[in-house]
T-cell receptor, first 113, second 113 residues
Framework: DAGVTQSPTHLIKTRGQHVTLRCSPISGHKSVSWYQQVLGQGPQFIFQYYEKEERGRGNFPDRFSARQFPNYSSELNVNALLLGDSALYLC????????????FGNGTRLTVT | GNSVTQMEGPVTLSEEAFLTINCTYTATGYPSLFWYVQYPGEGLQLLLKATKADDKGSNKGFEATYRKETTSFHLEKGSVQVSDSAVYFCALSDRNAGNMLTFGGGTRLMVKP
């Protein structure tokens, strides 16, 4: 079975631009979560979606938004990019129940110049 | 709030040496505890987990025991291999916050032949 797939793998943007990152979950998984991993640090929670509804939001500014589609894929949007948004963005999918393990994709490496 | 603290790396060991990576946590409820591993250029893979006090998670020779009295979840392996070289993350999930994971800062392990 295919794992969690994310696109693109790498992206270079300029300050002030916006970006859309995409994620396809494992087949049968209804929950998708997004994490930001700054170089040398642990991942930080951004959003969780389950059955197309937002279930949780981390401590990120309103420039960050996301949505989940009927096929359970998801997009993460970031507006007005800052240099500090440079990071590895990880998507994870799960069945959505408490203690369901998260399965991570390989991430999208975003560089803001 | 919830937090995870793990020992800073890098940890450098010779092949077949004993490994311990310390992890302690702070949580308001009764979290589940996890160890994830990240190989270069990849996303995170679940290594093992424990969902309640005194549970022992194990996988691929790695073990960790959920110690509620010391709020710890130390990772151990009796004999490391070069292929174990990676970054290891301790994490917790709070049942009151869905599947949201709180990660430690990661510990880089380097195993020399």
């Amino acid at each position: 079975d295919a794992g969690v797939t994310q696109s693109p793998t790498h992206l270079i943007k300029t300050r002030g631009q916006h970006v859309t990152l995409r994620c396809s979950p494992i087949s049968g998984h209804k929950s998708v979560s997004w994490y930001q991993q700054v170089l040398g640090q642990g991942p930080q929670f951004i959003f969780q979606y389950y059955e197309k509804e937002e279930r949780g939001r981390g401590n990120f500014p309103d420039r960050f938004s996301a949505r989940q589609f009927p096929n359970y894929s998801s997009e993460l949007n970031v507006n007005a990019l800052l240099l500090g948004d440079s990071a590895l963005y990880l998507c994870a999918s799960s069945l959505g129940q408490i203690d369901s393990p998260l399965h991570f994709g390989n991430g999208t490496r975003l560089t803001v110049t | 709030g919830n937090s995870v603290t793990q020992m800073e790396g890098p940890v450098t060991l010779s092949e077949e040496a004993f490994l311990t990576i310390n992890c302690t946590y702070t949580a308001t409820g009764y979290p589940s505890l996890f160890w994830y591993v990240q190989y270069p250029g990849e996303g995170l893979q679940l290594l093992l987990k424990a969902t309640k006090a005194d549970d022992k998670g194990s996988n691929k020779g790695f073990e960790a025991t959920y110690r509620k009295e010391t709020t710890s979840f130390h990772l151990e392996k009796g004999s490391v291999q070069v292929s174990d070289s990676a970054v290891y993350f301790c994490a917790l999930s709070d049942r009151n916050a869905g599947n949201m994971l709180t990660f430690g800062g990661g510990t880089r392990l380097m195993v020399k032949p």
